[in-house]
């Protein structure tokens, strides 16, 4: 696969699984993540939404390099047109691409904010980061504070600064919003749309579809471990007839404004996969060729999508 | 800053009423123990003075000792003279038990701290290494290695040692704390240490396995904790995670058990000085107790438990001053 030139990071077919161990030595393994595609334009904020439970924070670890042990990752990575190989990674992982987790335990909690937002990178960025606090709207002594005494919208708002501190061109922010108030979620989310002026990329996983739809420019529809459907938000903000995958129209049926019908049936366990179509068993226009074979990620009216019938 | 006062004054009264009630029921308990036992001592004590006691002068001493009062009244003198600070004096060594005491503790604190500070160190270290290198062949050789200390009686080691290192090699002395047929203000502080080195490795060879498959187990739930994941995500790399966030979070449980392990220090001091013929007050444990001599063991036994009391009490002080959501907790 040749990479294009113009993107910042591009996925392809990237395939995540883990051996596990069932009754001592009978090995298993558990396909999180298949044959996923994504690439994300300098200066573009991409929003990967889907249910909880599909994957997606495994995506950020792959993409800096940091799962378990116990992984297997297949498909491509590239980063500025090179392949991100294992060694890259290293030298790449909290100074060109930066994560933003999810929640105040990936702290340590036995070291203070100012520090611990500072990094081990030296010299360290105090003043730099007593500006961020105050744009965030963090008091001076939070510096000062443990993890465990910050409420929930100052532990994301510190999360989010460990990120916006470092001069990375990709930032994977992984769910940075809910506990924030709406106020400061705006805050954050401004905050990632200058930087996103300024060349840089945002990677926003998010199970929080209104959130995608509203703030990003490109939307991808995560599913059971891959992307089902890639597409400007713009059609998301217009609604099913603008939109190309089954899941995608049902996803956004099942929004509280829209006609908050829930799509039927349960996401697959991710050691029992469908053998075809991810979507198939839910799908109401599934057809025998959907269960029988994987549907290859085809281009539509400007998007992607990974569906036969998709138009 | 007078909070802080406060507070002290308020833990220290608390641990001070835990101690003292600790002490009340050691002690009553171990008198019930010894009168229920058939220890005699007036036997014992005639034994000896080595000399032959008619049966008038036996109920003398047993008149003179109150041996034939009831138990109650008994219990309620020895505790009295106990509160004046008089522990009675042992009949094997026809002293005040409480100068036997300071005497024996002194030669046993040199062997126990050593002993206490080198498992310390050195379990820390390497279960910090067989943490940081688990399931690698380090960290599978290391945790057999401490798998057969731990499994290994300490006296069998200690006579193993003996063997070996003073008889076999003859590089260190067969026991005692000093050389013998030197006075005791002759003795220098390197034939002291000399006699020290081999009893503290034995004492120190039973607790540091301990420490080390604590400390890596401890790391290895660390390491495995979101917050090192996000470390890593930030580009920290496996030595910086292990002084950053490794050994800040393993610390705190590290130190707590180094403060509990006075009572295993202290029973297997017991052990050690009798194999090396140690004059601490592990020997004086066993010499009391084969000897029948009540007020030593007695006096041996509150101040064991006073020793152990205290270990537990710095590890709990410690939990409360170098954790900061303890710290809070507590405020």
Same mark, same amino acid.
């Given at each position: 696969?040749?990479?294009?030139?113009?993107?910042?990071?591009?996925?392809?077919?990237?395939?995540?699984?883990?051996?596990?161990?069932?009754?001592?030595?009978?090995?298993?393994?558990?396909?999180?993540?298949?044959?996923?595609?994504?690439?994300?334009?300098?200066? &573009?904020?991409?929003?990967?939404?889907?249910?909880?439970?599909?994957?997606?924070?495994?995506? =950020?670890?792959?993409?800096?390099?940091?799962?378990?042990?116990?992984?297997?990752?297949?498909?491509?990575?590239?980063?500025?047109?090179? &392949?991100?190989?294992?060694?890259?990674?290293?030298?790449?992982?909290?100074?060109?691409?930066?994560?933003?987790?999810?929640?105040?335990?990936?702290?340590?909690?036995?070291?203070?904010?100012?520090?611990?937002?500072?990094?081990?990178?030296?010299?360290?960025?105090?003043?730099?980061?007593?500006?961020?606090?105050?744009?965030?709207?963090?008091?001076?002594?939070? *510096?000062?504070?443990?993890?465990?005494?910050?409420?929930?919208? /100052? =532990?994301?708002?510190?999360?989010?600064?460990? *990120?916006?501190?470092?001069?990375?061109?990709?930032?994977?922010?992984? &769910?940075?919003?809910?506990? /924030?108030?709406?106020?400061?979620?705006?805050? =954050?989310?401004?905050?990632?749309?200058?930087?996103?002026?300024?060349?840089?990329?945002?990677?926003?996983?998010?199970?929080?579809?209104?959130?995608?739809?509203?703030? *990003?420019?490109?939307?991808?529809?995560?599913?059971?471990?891959?992307?089902?459907?890639? *597409?400007? =938000?713009?059609?998301?903000?217009?609604?099913?007839?603008?939109?190309?995958?089954?899941?995608?129209?049902?996803?956004?049926?099942?929004?509280?404004?829209?006609?908050?019908?829930?799509?039927?049936?349960?996401?697959?366990?991710?050691?029992?996969?469908?053998?075809?179509?991810?979507?198939?068993?839910?799908?109401?226009?599934?057809?025998?060729?959907?269960?029988?074979?994987?549907?290859?990620?085809? &281009?539509?009216?400007?998007?992607?999508?990974?569906?036969?019938?998709?138009? | 800053?007078?909070?802080?006062?406060?507070?002290?004054?308020?833990?220290?009264?608390?641990?001070?009423?835990?101690?003292?009630?600790?002490?009340?029921?050691?002690?009553?308990?171990?008198?019930?123990?010894?009168?229920?036992?058939?220890?005699?001592?007036?036997?014992?004590?005639?034994?000896?003075?080595?000399?032959?006691? @008619?049966? $008038?002068?036996?109920?003398?001493?047993?008149?003179?000792?109150?041996?034939?009062?009831?138990?109650?009244?008994?219990?309620?003198?020895?505790?009295?003279?106990?509160?004046?600070?008089?522990?009675?004096?042992?009949?094997?060594?026809?002293?005040?038990?409480?100068?036997?005491?300071?005497?024996?503790?002194?030669?046993? +604190?040199?062997?126990?701290?050593?002993?206490?500070?080198?498992?310390?160190?050195?379990?820390?270290?390497?279960?910090?290494?067989?943490?940081?290198?688990?399931?690698?062949?380090?960290?599978?050789?290391?945790?057999?290695?401490?798998?057969?200390?731990?499994?290994?009686?300490?006296?069998?080691?200690?006579?193993? +040692?003996?063997?070996?290192? @003073?008889?076999?090699?003859?590089?260190?002395?067969?026991?005692?704390?000093?050389?013998?047929?030197?006075?005791?203000?002759?003795?220098?502080?390197?034939?002291?240490?000399?006699?020290?080195?081999?009893?503290?490795?034995?004492?120190?060879?039973?607790?540091?396995?301990?420490?080390?498959?604590?400390?890596?187990?401890?790391?290895?739930?660390?390491?495995?904790? $979101?917050?090192?994941?996000?470390?890593?995500?930030?580009?920290?790399?496996?030595?910086?995670?292990?002084?950053?966030?490794?050994?800040?979070?393993? +610390?705190?449980?590290?130190?707590?058990?180094?403060?509990?392990?006075?009572?295993?220090?202290?029973?297997?001091?017991?052990?050690?000085?009798?194999?090396? @013929?140690?004059?601490?007050?592990?020997?004086?444990?066993?010499?009391?107790?084969?000897?029948?001599?009540?007020?030593?063991?007695?006096?041996?036994?509150?101040?064991?438990? +006073?020793?152990?009391?205290?270990?537990?009490?710095?590890?709990?002080?410690?939990?409360?001053?170098?954790?900061?959501?303890?710290?809070?907790?507590?405020?």
């Amino acid at each position: 696969m040749q990479p294009h030139n113009d993107t910042l990071l591009e996925i392809h077919d990237l395939s995540v699984s883990f051996r596990m161990y069932h009754h001592g030595l009978e090995q298993t393994k558990l396909q999180v993540i298949s044959d996923l595609q994504l690439t994300v334009a300098p200066g &573009e904020i991409v929003a990967v939404a889907g249910s909880s439970g599909s994957g997606k924070s495994l995506l =950020a670890s792959a993409i800096l390099g940091i799962l378990p042990h116990n992984a297997a990752v297949s498909g491509h990575l590239h980063y500025k047109g090179q &392949e991100l190989t294992a060694e890259r990674q290293r030298q790449l992982r909290g100074t060109e691409i930066a994560l933003v987790p999810q929640s105040v335990s990936y702290l340590d909690p036995l070291m203070k904010t100012g520090p611990q937002t500072d990094g081990h990178r030296r010299p360290k960025p105090v003043e730099k980061r007593s500006a961020l606090f105050r744009r965030l709207g963090l008091p001076e002594q939070t *510096a000062k504070l443990y993890p465990f005494q910050l409420s929930g919208g /100052m =532990a994301r708002r510190v999360l989010v600064s460990t *990120a916006l501190l470092t001069d990375a061109r990709l930032i994977i922010a992984d &769910e940075p919003t809910p506990g /924030m108030s709406l106020d400061q979620a705006l805050e =954050a989310l401004r905050l990632f749309r200058e930087m996103a002026k300024a060349g840089k990329s945002v990677l926003l996983i998010t199970h929080d579809i209104d959130l995608a739809f509203e703030f *990003a420019d490109t939307v991808a529809v995560f599913y059971a471990g891959t992307t089902v459907e890639t *597409a400007p =938000a713009s059609d998301f903000r217009i609604g099913p007839a603008a939109l190309r995958h089954p899941y995608s129209k049902a996803l956004w049926q099942s929004l509280p404004q829209n006609a908050f019908h829930p799509v039927e049936g349960f996401q697959p366990y991710a050691g029992d996969l469908p053998k075809g179509c991810l979507f198939a068993p839910r799908c109401p226009c599934k057809t025998t060729q959907c269960t029988t074979q994987v549907p290859p990620m085809r &281009e539509v009216r400007g998007g992607k999508v990974r569906c036969y019938h998709g138009t | 800053m007078r909070r802080t006062l406060g507070r002290l004054v308020r833990i220290f009264l608390l641990y001070g009423i835990r101690m003292l009630t600790l002490l009340a029921a050691v002690s009553i308990l171990s008198f019930v123990l010894i009168n229920a036992s058939p220890i005699d001592p007036v036997q014992q004590y005639i034994l000896g003075l080595g000399t032959a006691v @008619s049966p $008038e002068q036996r109920a003398e001493i047993e008149a003179y000792w109150g041996v034939n009062e009831p138990p109650l009244e008994r219990c309620l003198g020895w505790l009295s003279g106990l509160l004046q600070g008089n522990l009675g004096e042992s009949a094997l060594f026809r002293r005040p038990v409480a100068d036997i005491i300071r005497e024996r503790f002194l030669n046993s +604190l040199a062997l126990m701290l050593c002993a206490w500070l080198s498992a310390g160190i050195i379990g820390f270290v390497l279960g910090c290494v067989m943490g940081m290198n688990q399931d690698k062949w380090a960290d599978k050789l290391l945790k057999k290695v401490c798998y057969l200390l731990s499994s290994v009686p300490t006296f069998w080691l200690g006579l193993v +040692l003996l063997l070996v290192f @003073s008889v076999g090699l003859k590089w260190f002395p067969i026991g005692f704390s000093s050389p013998i047929g030197v006075r005791g203000q002759d003795v220098t502080l390197w034939q002291k240490l000399h006699h020290l080195i081999l009893p503290a490795f034995t004492l120190s060879l039973m607790s540091f396995a301990n420490i080390a498959l604590h400390t890596r187990q401890k790391l290895i739930d660390v390491l495995h904790s $979101e917050y090192i994941l996000f470390a890593r995500a930030r580009g920290e790399r496996n030595l910086t995670i292990l002084r950053r966030h490794g050994l800040r979070n393993i +610390l705190l449980p590290a130190l707590t058990l180094q403060f509990t392990s006075f009572a295993e220090l202290f029973g297997g001091s017991v052990m050690a000085e009798n194999v090396f @013929s140690y004059p601490g007050l592990g020997s004086a444990v066993s010499a009391a107790g084969l000897g029948g001599d009540v007020p030593l063991l007695l006096g041996i036994t509150l101040f064991s438990a +006073l020793f152990v009391c205290t270990g537990n009490m710095i590890a709990n002080l410690l939990y409360g001053i170098i954790d900061p959501r303890i710290r809070e907790a507590e405020k």
